[in-house]
Each structure stands twice: as structure tokens, then as C-alpha cells.
């Protein structure tokens, strides 16, 4: 990894931290792993990559979407239900097709969750099913029985 890759690191734990809670920043980008940091033609980090996986995508707001790996680094970090959406067998099949995930259908969420947030979608398991963003807050999607609660990005695949 090159210097200016290191030099990236604390400032991009730092936004993961505070994006998804305390903690998060050092499982998703851990100091003894050789992680790759792509950037835009400008020079901004844009992609951070694992084993030629996508860890997380920085956007132009300053915020991290989520990849499949990064997705199972976050729930791994966060105790249960925390920066998760849980669903049940019902779902698991649509969810791994990268189907979005109803209201009616979400068993457990965390209560941190807000409209916009990057979420990891799990079955009752605790297994990764896909990772995307939070469309109804937690307390929404618990009183709903209609309605998108998030917008799958991607799906684990058959497992």
C-alpha cells in the first residue's frame, strides 16, 4: 500500500465511525490488512477494496455505501440489531436476488436507523443476505405493515 493510501486510512475510520457507530472504522478498515484505496481522476478516494472485494464506496456526500464484505465487517463489529435490518425466511430468497426488503416483512432492526442510512439486510440467523439503504426509519419499519423499508444494492447470492 502506498503512503498516500496509510495516509487515507485514519480519516476514512474516522467517517466510519461516525457514520455507523464507534468501532466500525477499524473492523472495516483493519491496520494489519492490505487494503487497496481506489480514486477518482480528481485524486478523492472513492473505492476502498479487500482481496479484490468491495469493502465500501465513498461518496461525493461523504458517506460510505456498503459492498457485500463491508456489510458482514459492519454487523460484525455491531452487537445485534444495530446498523442492521433482520428478516425471515420469507424474505431470505428475494433479498439474496437483491430485492428490496417491505415493512411488513422486518422482523428486528436497529433503533439507530434513519431514512438514508446504510444498512446490512440479515436473516434471523445472523447470515449476510445483502446490504443497502434504509428507506423508513427503524420505529417505521416496525409500525408499518406496507411500504419499502430498504433499497437492496446487492445481494449475497445464492448461499
Excluded: C
Amino acid at each position: 500500500m502506498s503512503s498516500s493510501q496509510t495516509d487515507d486510512l485514519p480519516r476514512l475510520r474516522t467517517t466510519a465511525d461516525y457514520q455507523f457507530g464507534a468501532g466500525v472504522g477499524a473492523a472495516l478498515f483493519p491496520e494489519d490488512e492490505d487494503l487497496e484505496v481506489k480514486r477518482s481522476s480528481s485524486g478523492r478516494p472513492q473505492q476502498v477494496v479487500a482481496d479484490a472485494e468491495r469493502l465500501v464506496t465513498y461518496g461525493t456526500d461523504g458517506r460510505f455505501t456498503l459492498g457485500l464484505e463491508g456489510g458482514r465487517r459492519v454487523a460484525a463489529a455491531l452487537e445485534s440489531p444495530a446498523g442492521r435490518v433482520v428478516v425471515g425466511d420469507e424474505s431470505e430468497p428475494f433479498v439474496r436476488d437483491g430485492k428490496n426488503v417491505f415493512a411488513k416483512f422486518v422482523s428486528a432492526t436497529g433503533p439507530e436507523i434513519r431514512p438514508g442510512d446504510e444498512v446490512a439486510i440479515v436473516h434471523e440467523d445472523g447470515s449476510l443476505l445483502g446490504v443497502g439503504r434504509a428507506e423508513l426509519s427503524a420505529d417505521a419499519m416496525a409500525d408499518f405493515d406496507t411500504g419499502m423499508a430498504v433499497m437492496v444494492r446487492e445481494g449475497a447470492g445464492e448461499d
